[in-house]
């Protein structure tokens, strides 16, 4: 039997995902053999066995509180993918390890159960129940473990809460507005306390305005929460801006993987490059990146002047550009102690933002 004692919560690791390969088809076994001794591609697959490759020799980490996006275009593998860590999907091969559990040896009779209490899914339609009202939708993941009612509207009405919707519990979905009701499909996923959030594009069918803002909500809750979360996202802006790691795919392979700053200052190829050209530096690429060490700079400069402004290393491109503009000296880069370790120029800002403006 699973239990919730099962779920490793101190380990570093909360999701690993190796050499996993998904192939739709009837002959998915004998394409993937195919694959793996002759390389054949994607196309010759669906010529040869009639089968499409979704997921191609994937491997990543997620750390435990990590918000982690995957994107990429549409049929790039990303929503098929996610879907496999909550064994949705089964892959044609590979492992996949949650919480240190083997995802493919649960039992198909406990994996509801595993699901249920470890793992919760956002979707982007937001899934509601038309006939339950607010609350009961919330409490819906209570409700299957068999908690009793008392308990699970009091959970409930502290996760209408967090999502800033109290007062709204007595109501029903048709009458909140979309924005509303994505709130109240994640408050429903928190409800389940999963050690595992998996997004898939939950912001993407709402208005810009609406999803900004839920998009600073759910970044508050996640700090405040420490929930693993994989992000499913065909947009770079929304995976820049909330994602501690990206991985970007491309025909059902994971391209690159980096923070947000190493996809934007270094693509692995000309497709992330396309993908990234777009994208402004300013609130992306952070002043470690930037900064000369302070002993070249003063070997070849002389001592940095004592008054030179300083900024912690991760402060980014836009407000050491509006301190440049108004300081008579270089800027000192300091660590989280306060020492002063590297410096920028102005020289340093405006080369970083014309290769932004060259590439794009």
């Not at 998915?28 to 669906?46: N, W």
């Not at 999963?194 to 998009?215: G, H, K, T, Y």
């Not at 440049?324 to 989280?336: H, N, Q, R, S």
Request: glycine share 8%; with cysteine.
């Amino acid at each position: 039997m699973q239990d919730k004692t099962a779920f490793s919560a101190d380990a570093e690791t909360a999701i690993q995902i190796t050499g996993v390969w998904k192939i739709f088809g009837d002959r998915a076994t004998e394409a993937l053999a195919d694959i793996q001794s002759t390389g054949i591609g994607k196309t010759e697959v669906l010529e040869k066995y009639n089968c499409v490759i979704g997921v191609a020799d994937t491997s990543f980490e997620v750390g435990r509180g990590e918000i982690f996006c995957v994107m990429g275009l549409s049929g790039s593998g990303k929503s098929t993918l996610v879907r496999h860590i909550n064994r949705l999907l089964e892959p044609t091969a590979g492992q996949i390890f949650v919480g240190g559990q083997d995802v493919m040896a649960i039992p198909e009779s406990e994996l509801r159960r595993f699901r249920n209490e470890h793992i919760a899914m956002v979707f982007q339609n937001f899934a509601l129940m038309p006939h339950r009202s607010v609350l009961d939708n919330i409490a819906l993941p209570l409700e299957i473990r068999g908690v009793n009612k008392n308990q699970r509207m009091e959970v409930a009405e502290r996760c209408l809460a967090m999502v800033e919707l109290s007062g709204w519990g007595n109501k029903f979905a048709h009458e909140l507005s979309g924005g509303m009701q994505q709130r109240v499909g994640l408050a429903r996923s928190l409800a389940a306390d999963p050690e595992v959030l998996l997004m898939d594009e939950p912001f993407s069918a709402l208005d810009p305005l609406i999803r900004r803002q839920l998009q600073t909500e759910f970044m508050k809750l996640a700090a405040r929460m420490r929930k693993t979360t994989v992000f499913i996202t065909h947009d770079l802006d929304e995976a820049v801006r909330i994602g501690d790691r990206i991985a970007i795919m491309r025909d059902g392979r994971v391209v690159q993987i980096g923070t947000p700053e190493e996809i934007v200052m270094h693509p692995a190829d000309d497709y992330v490059a396309d993908f990234v050209a777009g994208i402004s530096r300013l609130k992306v690429v952070r002043a470690h990146a930037v900064m000369k060490p302070l002993a070249e700079f003063e070997s070849a400069n002389g001592p940095l002047a004592e008054t030179a402004p300083s900024f912690g290393e991760d402060v980014n491109l836009s407000v050491l550009i509006t301190a440049a503009i108004e300081a008579d000296t270089p800027l000192a880069i300091t660590d989280p102690a306060g020492t002063r370790i590297g410096v920028i120029t102005r020289a340093d800002l405006l080369q970083t933002v014309i290769e932004g403006t060259e590439t794009s």
